[in-house]
């Protein structure tokens, strides 16, 4: 059962909570998207606070004049969905709108980002304010039970040095979408789009940061949505099995990789992965806790 789990752990930077658990894992039969401009940021009321975003992304952009304002799906909640079959089976649909990276340096990655938030219980109403692009992450199995994580070079905006799962962000521009459509027959296929990018994006970041071909990992299964408490930035997970083991992984890296935003990959066991995770920004601390839950899950069946 899709499950709205609480959870963190100490630390500014490595707390987490979980937005949505899927312990069973969900194929991308059972996972759809409500893509909607209701799901996008709402402006905040305080004009200076606004006028701070451009003001940041202005001083970003004199500091690295490369940066680009890509569009990106923003995360505005989800809701799960039963049905009366005898095996109880489930479904979630992701609540999607839109937002940009100009957006996100301005409010989760501002000094100002807790000026943004309104006091709510309800996730999705605490940062409405918030550009919230929706990253996404792979726990990535060897053939050998390894877990594959990478080390963030010191160039990245965010977490440089620090360990993460392999991973990115779904693009709206990998389909097609630079706006929000009107015509309702084109909504339809939109959203369709959508839905795949969801699946077909995390398998794109894992060829694209560890080399490994697309035909050597399964089909993802999507665990859930975490979100580190720092900035508030939230991340979907997904499970993938890879059929060659750590050792060709880590060779298949080494000829991979352009050392910008990763500098070393390893290939490590569940509980020494454990040892490691101080060094998971939060985000990616919720999606080893969906894992666990994952995998814990199975051992009960």
């Not at 707390?15 to 894992?25: M, T």
């Not at 799901?39 to 006028?51: G, M, V, Y």
Request: glycine letters at 8%; one cysteine or more.
């Amino acid at each position: 059962m899709a499950t709205d789990t609480p959870a963190a752990v100490a630390g500014p930077g490595a707390a987490y909570k979980l937005l949505l658990s899927c312990p069973a894992g969900l194929p991308r039969s059972r996972v759809s998207v409500k893509f909607d401009p209701s799901f996008d940021r709402i402006p905040h009321p305080d004009s200076s606070l606004e006028e701070s975003i451009d003001q940041i992304w202005n001083q970003r952009l004199q500091e690295n004049p490369s940066l680009y304002s890509g569009t990106k799906f923003r995360y505005g909640g989800h809701a799960s969905h039963h049905n009366d079959e005898p095996n109880q089976e489930y479904s979630v649909s992701l609540h999607l709108g839109l937002t940009d990276y100009r957006t996100f340096v301005g409010t989760n990655l501002s000094p100002l980002w807790e000026n943004f938030l309104v006091p709510s219980e309800d996730d999705s109403v605490c940062c409405q304010h918030m550009a919230n692009p929706l990253g996404n992450g792979a726990i990535v199995e060897t053939s050998d039970e390894k877990i594959i994580v990478l080390q963030r070079s010191n160039n990245v905006g965010e977490s440089p040095g620090y360990y993460v799962f392999p991973g990115g962000h779904s693009e709206p521009e990998e389909v097609g979408i630079l706006a929000h459509q009107n015509d309702v027959e084109d909504v339809g296929r939109l959203i369709e789009r959508v839905s795949d990018e969801m699946f077909d994006g995390i398998i794109r970041e894992v060829v694209e940061e560890t080399g490994v071909p697309a035909s050597s990992l399964t089909a993802p299964i999507f665990i859930g949505v975490s979100r580190r408490e720092l900035n508030v930035r939230p991340a979907a997970f997904f499970f993938i099995r890879c059929n060659v083991d750590s050792s060709t992984v880590t060779e298949l890296y080494s000829r991979a990789q352009d050392g910008y935003e990763s500098t070393k990959l390893y290939a490590v066991s569940a509980e020494e992965l454990r040892e490691m995770r101080q060094r998971l920004p939060g985000c990616h601390q919720g999606g080893f806790a969906l894992y666990e839950l994952m995998r814990n899950a199975a051992k009960k069946l």
